[in-house]
C-alpha cells in the first residue's frame, strides 16, 4: 500500500482465505495496487490482533495459515511477472525455504530484492545471499547478529550476504550501512505516538517505492522514516499509512533538502 502511494506500479502476491475476510481484503488492496495476483486458498484468511499500550507499542497475535500454505512460485506467475529493474519485497511470512526460493528466482532474474524478516520466528536465520538490501529492526538486528549495536549488526547483515542494511530505530529514526562501509543515520521526527502498528510496513513500501522512482538509498530511507512517523501518530494499520499526497509532498521535500 505505501509503495503504491509512492506512485510505483505494484503487483501484490499474497494469499487470502476463501471467507468474507479475504474478499475484504482484496477489496481494499486494489483500490491502491495490482491485487489480480492474490491467491486464495481454502483456508480462514490471515488475521492480526494488535494490543496497543499507553506508549503505542504494540503486541501482535497473528494466525497464519494462509501464509504457511503458500508458495508464490508454485504456479509459476511470480518468477514470469519479474522484470529485470523489477524491486522485489519479501518479509518474514512464509516459510523461510519459500522466501529464500523467492529471493533467489527474483535476483536471478535481475531484480533489485529487499528483505524485511518481519515477522522473525526464533531461531530463524533467513539466507542472505540473495539480498540487495535488509531491512530489519532493532531486535531483529540484534536477533539475527548477536549484538545490540545497530552498526556492527548492520555490517554483520552485509558480511553474510545482503548488498546493504538497514536497521530501524523506532523513534531514533534508523541507520543505513553499505558494502563499502559507510554508515548513514537519519533521525526521526518528533511526534505523538499513538500506534506503532504498521509502521515498520510503512517505512517498506515507502523504501521500496522511493527506490523505484530512481531516489538514492539515502533518500529514500530518509523519506521512510518521516513516512512512519506520520503512521505512528494516528491509530491502526491501512488508515494510518500516508496518503498519495502526503507521500508526494514528502518526497518532494526531502529530495530538495538533499540535492
Known sequence: MAAARTGADVRFHAA????????????????DLDASHLT???????????????RG??????????????????????????????????????????TTACLQAARSAGAMTILNPSPLAVGST???DAVSL???????????????????????????????????????????????????????????????????????GCLAGCLAAGISLAAAARIAVRAAAISVGRPGTLGSCPDRQEMKILMETTEAETA
Open 134 to 204: 535488509a531491512v530489519v529492526n532493532a531486535g531483529e538486528a540484534e536477533q539475527l547478529t548477536g549484538t545490540g549495536d545497530a552498526a556492527a549488526a548492520a555490517r554483520e547483515l552485509i558480511r553474510q550476504g545482503a548488498d546493504s542494511a538497514i536497521v530501524t530505530l523506532g523513534a531514533a529514526g534508523c541507520l543505513v550501512a553499505d558494502r563499502e562501509g559507510r554508515i548513514d543515520r537519519f533521525a526521526a521526527p518528533k511526534v505523538d505516538v499513538v500506534d506503532t502498528s504498521g509502521a515498520g510496513d510503512v517505512f517498506c
Open 57 to 98: 507499542e504494540n503486541l501482535i497475535v497473528t494466525g497464519a495459515s494462509c501464509a504457511a500454505a503458500f508458495d508464490p512460485l508454485a504456479d509459476g506467475g511470480f518468477a514470469t511477472s519479474i522484470e529485470r529493474g523489477d524491486i522485489v519485497v519479501m518479509q518474514g511470512n512464509l516459510l523461510p525455504d519459500v
Open 40 to 54: 486464495m486458498l481454502a483456508l480462514p484468511s490471515d488475521r492480526s490482533t494488535i494490543i496497543v499500550d499507553v
Open 126 to 128: 533467513p539466507c542472505m
Open 16 to 31: 487470502i482465505g476463501d471467507d468474507a475476510a479475504g474478499l475484504w481484503i482484496r477489496e481494499q488492496l486494489s483500490r
